[in-house]
């Protein structure tokens, strides 16, 4: 039973580029929310996507956007890459049951770095 | 607006010691709340939830965690700690009452083992 997985793992950057993290949920599940953690703070959530929308959003600028294909799979891309867009990128999967999710199950992370 | 609060960055116990790690939020809603530990280089893994019903909830690993209305906690806590048990410990209320939704997390507390 594949967990969630993110890719790649590791990325540098240098500012004013762009960034594509991918991620494919846990198998059964449909839903994806990704997260930024900073280093040395808690996760704090970009946004949730559920049948290919965009469901729920935090607090982030529109620099931070995102789709989810048919396959429930999901990217996360960041336009004109900040020196504070450094950090761990988390995506969660979770499963819609009669109008409620399921908990969140995490990837490992994708770490970005921004030079 | 919810709010997570975790009292002490950085907790260090003897092995074999109580483990108590605090945790109080804020929420207009009947919450729900989790524990989440995150080792080195991973992602989170959910430890236990809170949702309705029983107040003490057990989890994996030997913690287990009190809801506490009144005192509007939720402290994570495990009889004798072990060496396994150093990480990276995440408190986190769900912001709308759905588990699998945007969560809100603590700042963490980092637990060392000392043997």
């Known amino acids: 039973d594949a967990g969630v997985t993110q890719s790649p793992t590791h990325l540098i950057k240098t500012r004013g580029q762009q960034v594509t993290l991918r991620c494919s949920p846990k198998?059964?599940?449909?839903?994806v929310s990704w997260y930024q953690q900073a280093l040395g703070q808690g996760p704090q959530f970009i946004f949730q996507y559920y049948e290919e929308e965009e469901r729920q959003r935090g607090n982030f600028p529109d620099r931070f956007s995102g789709h989810q294909f048919p396959n429930y799979s999901s990217e996360l891309n960041v336009n004109a890459l900040l020196l504070g867009d450094s950090a761990l990128y988390l995506c969660?999967?979770?499963?819609?049951?009669?109008?409620?999710?399921?908990?969140?199950?995490f990837g490992n992370g994708t770490r970005l770095t921004v030079t | 607006a919810q709010s997570v609060t975790q009292l002490g960055s950085h907790v260090s116990v003897s092995e074999g010691a109580l483990v108590l790690l605090r945790c109080n939020y804020s929420?207009?809603?009947?919450?729900?709340l989790f524990w989440y530990v995150q080792y080195p280089n991973q992602g989170l893994q959910l430890l236990l939830k809170?949702?309705?019903?029983?107040?003490l909830v057990k989890g994996i690993n030997g913690f287990e965690a009190e809801f506490k209305k009144s005192e509007t906690s939720f402290h994570l806590t495990k009889p004798s700690a072990h060496m396994s048990d150093a990480a990276e410990y995440f408190c986190?209320?769900?912001?709308?009452?759905?588990?699998?939704?945007?969560?809100?997390f603590g700042q963490g507390t980092e637990l060392s083992v000392k043997p």
């Open positions: 969660a999967s979770s499963l819609v049951v009669g109008g409620s999710t399921s908990p969140l199950h």
């Open positions: 809170y949702t309705t019903g029983a107040t």
């Open positions: 198998s059964g599940h449909d839903t």
């Open positions: 929420s207009s809603v009947p919450p729900y």
């Open positions: 986190a209320v769900s912001d709308g009452g759905n588990q699998g939704g945007k969560l809100i």
